[in-house]
């Protein structure tokens, strides 16, 4: 990172420090899902950017990360700063599961991908009828009462957007810490060429699954996240297909395999989803699916006119280089 990049992203970092001093409510929240969806596009970008494995179905490891850190905390008092270690180890293993089966069975490319879908499906479908998770009834998480709970992560909109800023800010680092690892450069060996990597000694099946197991286990954490901002869980939401492209999307927008491309992607889909919103409530039109129309627009339009993404092209511009890192 250059001089000039290492300024500039401590001026953005400053920026969203401050940013709940003069936000209200509202704003608040938007940067809150801003930052959210930067960093679980930051963890779908780890196994997909670096290592080249197309995942479809990563709300699975949202969900199971949401499930099991709120199933800890209503059942047992668990408080989440312990249970997201149960949740990550839980969406490792699932991970790490769906890697094996994969891997060991030739399944690569886009076959890979819908293996990925059809995990998501069935836990879908299956938590649908856990009782102990709370079935389609849902699952709720008791809200704190006056002053909050900052232990077990009850608290004022402030508090979780603080969290979620150094969740984001603690992934788009390890995300160039692990790019430039000894791991990393097997990932981009692996991404390129896996013959060619194979052929100078690099093992691909650990290497894949490494990269299965971290992106799961991160993504799980936003998952943690998501349970205790928004109180509520239900499977049809969690380990819907239209979350997990919601998770791909900054990435894609952003730039795959460069480090801060997610971020933008989301700095650039959420505010303008807000906007559409806005829009539309303002117009009295009701058009439902429109939001999902738009995300596809943007999306073709970012393939033909930007295929590399967003953030290669503005770090040419800021002149920071290449942007691919």
């Known amino acids: 990172m250059n001089a000039r990049a290492a300024v500039l992203l401590a001026l953005f970092a400053g920026a969203l420090a401050v940013a709940p001093l003069v936000a209200d409510r509202y704003v608040l929240s938007v940067l809150t899902t801003v930052l959210w969806f930067a960093y679980l596009g930051q963890a779908w ?14 709300a699975l490891y949202v969900g199971l990360g ?4 709120a199933a800890l905390f209503v059942h047992f008092g668990i408080g989440p700063w312990l249970g997201l270690w149960a949740a990550m180890l839980a969406a490792g293993a699932a991970g790490a599961f769906i890697g094996v089966l994969g891997f060991r069975f030739g399944v690569r490319g886009v076959h890979f991908a819908l293996l990925t879908i059809a995990f998501s ?3 879908r479908i299956s938590f649908d009828h ?3 998770f709370g079935g389609s009834g849902g699952l709720f998480i008791p809200v704190a009462a006056d002053g909050g709970d900052p232990l077990n992560l009850r608290g004022s909109p402030t508090l979780f957007y603080y ?6 800010l603690g992934a788009l680092a390890l995300a160039r810490l692990l790019l430039h690892s000894r791991l990393g450069y097997r990932w981009l060996a692996i991404r390129e060429d896996p013959e060619a990597a194979e052929a100078v000694g690099v093992d691909l099946f650990t290497a894949r699954i490494a990269a299965v197991v971290v992106s799961a286990a991160l993504t799980a954490l936003g998952g943690v996240f998501q349970a205790f901002y928004f109180s509520s869980l239900f499977p049809e939401q969690v380990f819907s297909m239209g979350r997990s492209i919601e998770i791909i999307l900054p990435a894609i927008i952003g730039g795959i395999g ?10 650039i889909l959420t505010p303008l989803g807000e906007v559409l919103a806005w829009a539309l409530e ?8 429109l939001k999902q129309l738009f995300y596809g627009v943007a999306l073709v339009v970012i393939v033909v006119y930007r295929p590399d993404g967003v953030w290669p092209w503005l770090a040419r511009r800021l002149g920071l280089g290449a942007g691919d890192r």
């Open 45 to 58: 970008n780890v196994m997909m950017g670096f290592a080249g494995l197309l995942s479809l179905g990563h």
């Open 66 to 69: 949401a499930y099991v850190s």
């Open 121 to 123: 499906e069935v836990a």
């Open 130 to 132: 856990m009782a102990w």
């Open 163 to 168: 969290v979620i800023l150094v969740l984001a």
């Open 258 to 267: 460069t480090v801060f491309g997610p971020v933008l992607g989301a700095v």
């Open 282 to 289: 303002v117009s009295g039109l009701d058009l439902p699916g």
